[in-house]
Structure formats: structure tokens, C-alpha cells
């Protein structure tokens, strides 16, 4: 089974740093585009970055570009989301989503991890 | 950046019936356009992408049309499990962006 499963969310003052983790499983993970994406029910969905296979290329969206920053392990199967210079509109669930093979769209995506900025 | 827009805000649908979502993107898309539904504490579920193909898994119920800047999502028999919210997405150019979001009710 394909599954994807986000860590390290948590609660952060703003101007700090947390770091997420996407563990894949039940795919060939150095295959596939990934993607880390984000909701909150007033903002709705926001995609954030994504990866290319190798891990050669990366975009951002402008919100994030300079503050969060994409990575992934390929031997671990794991992709990962730095955050730095947090801020209160950062606040958010988490997700991690792969690529359909040569399309642009997303299936699937974990769960979440809640990332909480608040003084 | 592609700026989608979705109407109506809220949906309410008897079950059986039938649910017409709209999505329109500030300039063209082609056909790159995915639906995606997003119920609470669940991960979101790809329904649809290249504006009118199901994704796996997914019941013959959805379906997509549309093209350029007008795209629509029916749900053609409603059911309850379908209370979600709705979101449409292009990913034509980067960033891929996302429309607000229609939330669909089951009466």
C-alpha cells in the first residue's frame, strides 16, 4: 500500500525553526516528484515546494521562497521540510504529497502534522 | 500567479441529487486542472485531474469538464460521504495554485 506519513509538527514562536519529515512507503520514492503543500480553514490549500526525483530541482512559492527549504533523502525514502523564520501565518497543517508519474497532479497525500506558531 | 475562483461558497444537496461545482482560472490552463476533496482530519483525496479524469479508485459519480478557464465538477447522485470540501487546482504554470473551496453539504 501507498502511504505517506508527515512528522515534527509541533508548537514554535515565530522566528524559529522546525523541520518536517515525509516517510514513503510502498512505492519506489526516487521515482516520483514530491510536494509539500499546506491548509488552514481560512486560507484554504496553499502549495508550498516541490522536489524533482534526484533532488536536482526544487520551486517555491513566493511566501515561502528564502524561509523554507526542500529536501529529500532518497536511501530513506523520506522528504523533509526546513522552516525557518517561522511566523503566526505559518500556522497550518502540514502535508506531503507525491506526483502522478508525468502529471502535475497529486495522489496521495498523508495525513498532516499540525504546525502551531504562537507567542 | 493563476488566480482560481469557486462558486458557490457552500453547496447543500439532497442526497441522490445532483451537485454542480464551478472553478474559473484568470487565464488559461488548457486541460490542467485537478479536483481535490478534503474532509476533516482526512488526508485530501485526488478526484480528478487533466480536467476530466478520475483518478483510481475513484466512483463514477465525479466527473470533470470543461477546459481553458471554465472548468465544472459534477457529483452526479449525492451521497453522504460526499460532504467535503472541494477544491480545484491548476497546475499549468508554477506555483499551482488552488481556488477558495466549495463546501458541499448533505441535506
Known amino acids: 500500500e501507498v502511504q505517506l506519513v508527515e512528522s515534527g509538527g509541533g508548537l514554535v514562536q515565530p522566528g524559529g525553526s522546525l523541520r518536517l519529515s515525509c516517510a514513503a512507503s510502498?512505492?519506489?520514492?526516487?521515482?516520483?516528484?514530491m510536494n509539500w503543500a499546506r491548509h488552514t480553514p481560512g486560507k484554504g490549500l496553499e502549495w508550498l515546494a516541490n522536489?524533482?526525483?534526484?533532488?536536482?530541482?526544487?520551486y517555491y512559492v513566493d511566501s515561502v521562497k528564502g524561509r523554507f527549504t526542500i529536501f529529500r533523502d532518497n536511501a530513506k525514502n523520506s522528504l523533509y521540510l526546513q522552516m525557518n523564520s517561522l511566523r503566526v501565518e505559518d500556522t497550518a497543517v502540514y502535508y506531503c504529497a507525491r506526483d502522478l508519474p508525468g502529471i502535475s497532479a497529486s495522489a496521495p497525500w498523508g495525513q498532516g502534522t499540525l504546525v502551531t506558531v504562537t507567542s | 500567479e493563476i488566480v482560481m475562483t469557486q462558486s458557490p461558497a457552500t453547496l447543500s444537496v439532497s442526497p441522490g441529487e445532483r451537485a454542480t461545482l464551478s472553478c474559473w482560472a484568470s487565464q488559461s490552463v488548457s486541460s490542467k486542472l485537478a479536483w481535490y476533496q478534503l474532509k476533516p482530519g482526512q488526508a485530501p483525496r485526488l478526484l480528478i485531474y487533466g480536467t476530466s479524469t478520475r483518478a483510481t479508485g475513484i466512483p463514477a459519480r465525479f466527473s470533470g469538464s470543461g477546459s481553458g478557464t471554465e472548468f465544472t465538477l459534477t457529483i452526479s447522485s449525492l451521497q453522504s460521504e460526499d460532504s467535503a470540501v472541494y477544491y480545484c487546482q491548476q497546475y499549468k504554470e508554477w506555483p499551482r495554485t488552488f481556488g477558495p473551496g466549495t463546501r458541499v453539504e448533505v441535506k
Open positions: 522536489i524533482k526525483q534526484d533532488g536536482s530541482q526544487s
Open positions: 510502498g512505492f519506489t520514492f526516487s521515482n516520483y516528484w
